[in-house]
């Protein structure tokens, strides 16, 4: 037996028992005529001792013990003399009377402990020791809390979780798919599920009435920080249900998640429209947890004479409380982040409502006391208070008053972890305008149904229709996304027409779907959360690295695994592909 006990479960209760421990030597500390070791495992840390008195053989066998090695000891739980109230297992150590290592180790090529000095490069490479650590550790075992939960609150409300193929068929619409070459038909490509959409639509047309699946969903994108190539999906899909079936389901299950996972209760989900979203917070996923909410000011500040707000299509601002006394080098920094590239104001304009009642402002050569007065009331400001005003096309201006605002919520620490503030957007539009491509394309996924009472609208005003769509916001994040679906032949006819598939693409994509809604489908509907990102707000961090076991890097590579790799001539002729160097490709 390799153990009686782990090492995260001893306490003074267990005082004189004889145990046997296994694990690793994370630390040892040697005194001369004692020495002690901290040995670990997934459960804790429990402290060992060797004594040079009653037995010198083992302390020096002990001494031989490096960083790593994985051991057996037995001996006695006795009390320390001087405890650790930082651990559970503190208050006791065990005195060794017998070693035996089960496995000699390298010396780690980073601490293994829970501040280490390794870079994340290196703990990727060596993942297997970094999971050695506690808090990542602590990040996969609340993973297996959460998808638990998960399981456990949508089978009570009767879903059942079936498994899809992974090995599909490529659609242009969407993200990038991942291909997979098939060997049996050469020539022939079997693409990786951006999602089981389709397939859990068909679910619906089989009559499962009930789906979930957490599943894992592959999109060749371009990386950007913190995206996965290959990342979790919590799939869900219901038939006959409406909007409100849903958003009652999934406020639920969310409700679920923070109780069980974080003892917080939330109540009622507040809901927004998409345009109240864009509007007032300049995102689609507006951080809730702190205001500093957008107010436009056209109808006060326009045809004063200032030619860049007079010129603007649309001029809104933020007010920041108790930030007037913001220095000009504090000022000067947040200009500068506002014309950052990626940000793309052209400039920022500060309004101060000093501590003694004067306002001033950054443009007071063209307002007046009055005029600076109103801009404060429109902003209900009050004294000490900043206000940030930038002007320019409407898009482009709430998009970059949106970055200032989640910059200064960052900045003065208003986006609390410990706090929750979930939302649902609704009404998104059903579909948007790309000028490059010039045709519409669907803002969530072409299955997404408009709603009834704005059909009539499909015929001459397609920009104005919205859709039957849904998201669920979290601390800022989109955490899930889902719509009611088009169960409608001829309507999903019609949306593909209008997507620019002529009926023949539409049929060689989608045929078995068409063709599925001809079989008598249901009215359903569903959403999707994004597991990874939803472990990560409910472990209080934003990094969903960090709660993958196995990640890849920002360039999308498995550095442990040395993943993608180049596939020997032999496979490559076995699959009829051949690799062509760039310089070749017209
Ligand atoms: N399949 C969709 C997605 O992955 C979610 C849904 O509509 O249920 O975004």
């Given at each position: 037996?390799?153990?009686?006990?782990?090492?995260?479960?001893?306490?003074?209760?267990?005082?004189?028992?004889?145990?046997?421990?296994?694990?690793?030597v994370?630390?040892?500390?040697?005194?001369g005529?004692m020495?002690?070791?901290?040995?670990?495992?997934?459960?804790?840390?429990?402290?060992?001792?060797?004594?040079?008195e009653?037995?010198?053989?083992?302390?020096?066998?002990?001494?031989?013990?490096?960083?790593?090695?994985?051991?057996?000891?037995?001996?006695?739980?006795?009390?320390?003399?001087?405890?650790?109230?930082?651990?559970?297992?503190?208050?006791?150590?065990?005195?060794?009377?017998?070693?035996?290592?089960?496995?000699?180790?390298?010396?780690?090529?980073?601490?293994?402990?829970?501040?280490?000095?390794?870079?994340?490069?290196?703990?990727?490479?060596?993942?297997?020791?970094d999971?050695?650590?506690?808090?990542?550790?602590?990040?996969?075992?609340?993973?297996?809390?959460?998808?638990?939960?998960?399981?456990?609150?949508?089978?009570?409300?009767?879903?059942?979780?079936?498994?899809?193929?992974?090995?599909?068929?490529?659609?242009?619409?969407?993200?990038?798919d991942f291909v997979?070459?098939?060997?049996?038909?050469?020539?022939?490509?079997?693409?990786?599920p951006?999602?089981?959409?389709?397939?859990?639509?068909?679910?619906?047309?089989?009559?499962?009435?009930?789906?979930?699946?957490?599943?894992?969903?592959?999109?060749?994108?371009?990386?950007?920080?913190?995206?996965?190539?290959?990342?979790?999906q919590?799939?869900?899909?219901?038939?006959?249900?409406?909007?409100?079936?849903?958003?009652?389901?999934?406020?639920?299950?969310?409700?679920?998640?923070?109780?069980?996972?974080?003892?917080?209760?939330?109540?009622?989900?507040?809901?927004?429209?998409?345009?109240?979203?864009?509007?007032?917070?300049?995102?689609d996923?507006?951080?809730?947890?702190?205001?500093?909410?957008?107010?436009?000011?056209?109808?006060?500040?326009?045809n004063?004479?200032?030619?860049?707000?007079?010129?603007?299509?649309?001029?809104?601002?933020?007010?920041?409380?108790?930030?007037?006394?913001?220095?000009?080098?504090?000022?000067?920094?947040?200009?500068?982040?506002?014309?950052?590239p990626?940000?793309?104001?052209?400039?920022?304009?500060?309004?101060?409502?000093?501590?003694?009642?004067?306002?001033?402002?950054?443009?007071?050569?063209?307002?007046?006391?009055?005029?600076?007065?109103?801009i404060?009331?429109?902003?209900?400001?009050?004294?000490?208070?900043?206000?940030?005003?930038?002007?320019?096309?409407?898009?482009k201006?709430?998009?970059?008053?949106?970055?200032?605002?989640?910059?200064?919520?960052?900045?003065?620490?208003?986006r609390?972890p410990?706090?929750?503030?979930?939302?649902?957007?609704?009404?998104?539009?059903?579909?948007?305008?790309?000028?490059?491509?010039?045709?519409?394309?669907?803002?969530?996924?072409p299955?997404?149904?408009?709603?009834?009472?704005?059909?009539?609208?499909m015929?001459?005003?397609?920009?104005?229709v919205?859709?039957?769509?849904?998201?669920?916001?979290?601390?800022?994040?989109?955490?899930?996304?889902?719509?009611?679906?088009?169960?409608?032949?001829?309507?999903?006819?019609?949306?593909?027409?209008?997507?620019?598939?002529?009926?023949?693409?539409?049929?060689?994509?989608?045929?078995?779907?068409?063709?599925?809604?001809?079989?008598?489908?249901?009215?359903?509907?569903?959403?999707?959360?994004?597991?990874?990102?939803?472990?990560?707000?409910?472990?209080?961090?934003?990094?969903?690295?960090?709660?993958?076991?196995?990640?890849?890097?920002?360039?999308?590579r498995?550095?442990?695994?040395?993943?993608?790799?180049?596939?020997?001539?032999?496979?490559l002729?076995?699959?009829?592909?051949?690799?062509?160097?760039?310089?070749?490709?017209?």
């Amino acid at each position: 037996m390799y153990r009686t006990h782990n090492c995260g479960e001893l306490r003074l209760s267990h005082l004189g028992q004889t145990v046997t421990l296994s694990g690793w030597v994370q630390r040892t500390r040697d005194f001369g005529a004692m020495s002690f070791i901290d040995l670990r495992d997934r459960y804790g840390i429990t402290q060992l001792s060797f004594n040079a008195e009653t037995n010198p053989e083992l302390l020096s066998k002990a001494r031989e013990l490096g960083r790593e090695f994985v051991v057996q000891v037995s001996g006695q739980v006795v009390e320390r003399s001087s405890k650790n109230t930082q651990i559970p297992t503190g208050e006791i150590e065990i005195a060794v009377a017998e070693v035996t290592v089960l496995n000699a180790a390298k010396t780690p090529p980073f601490t293994i402990e829970d501040q280490t000095d390794g870079g994340d490069e290196l703990r990727m490479k060596y993942r297997y020791l970094d999971i050695r650590r506690k808090p990542v550790r602590d990040n996969l075992l609340l993973r297996n809390r959460v998808s638990l939960a998960v399981r456990n609150y949508l089978s009570e409300q009767g879903f059942a979780e079936v498994e899809t193929p992974f090995l599909i068929k490529s659609t242009p619409e969407g993200a990038r798919d991942f291909v997979v070459p098939s060997r049996m038909n050469p020539g022939e490509f079997y693409a990786l599920p951006q999602s089981p959409q389709t397939f859990k639509q068909l679910l619906m047309v089989g009559g499962m009435d009930k789906y979930y699946q957490i599943v894992k969903c592959f999109r060749d994108e371009d990386l950007r920080a913190d995206r996965q190539p290959e990342f979790t999906q919590i799939d869900c899909e219901m038939a006959f249900v409406e909007q409100e079936d849903i958003l009652q389901t999934f406020e639920g299950l969310l409700k679920h998640l923070l109780k069980s996972i974080r003892n917080v209760e939330v109540a009622n989900f507040p809901r927004m429209t998409y345009d109240h979203a864009m509007r007032t917070y300049g995102n689609d996923k507006p951080d809730i947890r702190f205001g500093m909410s957008f107010v436009e000011l056209n109808a006060i500040v326009q045809n004063k004479g200032f030619v860049v707000f007079d010129a603007a299509e649309l001029v809104v601002g933020i007010r920041v409380a108790g930030a007037a006394n913001y220095t000009r080098k504090q000022l000067d920094a947040l200009t500068d982040f506002v014309k950052r590239p990626q940000v793309g104001a052209s400039g920022l304009v500060w309004v101060k409502y000093n501590e003694d009642g004067t306002i001033k402002s950054s443009v007071d050569k063209f307002y007046s006391d009055e005029d600076r007065a109103a801009i404060a009331a429109a902003f209900g400001a009050a004294p000490n208070d900043l206000m940030l005003i930038l002007a320019g096309s409407a898009n482009k201006t709430r998009k970059a008053l949106s970055e200032l605002r989640m910059h200064l919520g960052n900045a003065l620490g208003l986006r609390k972890p410990d706090e929750f503030a979930p939302l649902w957007v609704v009404d998104f539009p059903l579909l948007e305008w790309d000028e490059d491509a010039s045709r519409w394309f669907a803002m969530h996924h072409p299955f997404t149904a408009p709603k009834p009472e704005d059909l009539h609208l499909m015929a001459d005003n397609l920009g104005a229709v919205r859709a039957n769509a849904y998201d669920l916001v979290l601390n800022g994040s989109e955490i899930g996304g889902g719509s009611i679906r088009i169960h409608n032949r001829e309507l999903q006819r019609q949306l593909f027409e209008i997507l620019g598939f002529t009926e023949e693409e539409a049929q060689a994509q989608f045929g078995f779907l068409m063709n599925a809604f001809e079989y008598g489908a249901p009215p359903h509907g569903g959403i999707a959360f994004g597991f990874d990102r939803l472990v990560a707000i409910l472990g209080g961090h934003e990094t969903i690295r960090d709660y993958i076991a196995f990640p890849k890097n920002n360039a999308g590579r498995d550095v442990m695994i040395d993943a993608p790799a180049n596939i020997d001539s032999a496979q490559l002729d076995e699959l009829q592909l051949r690799v062509v160097p760039v310089q070749q490709k017209q």
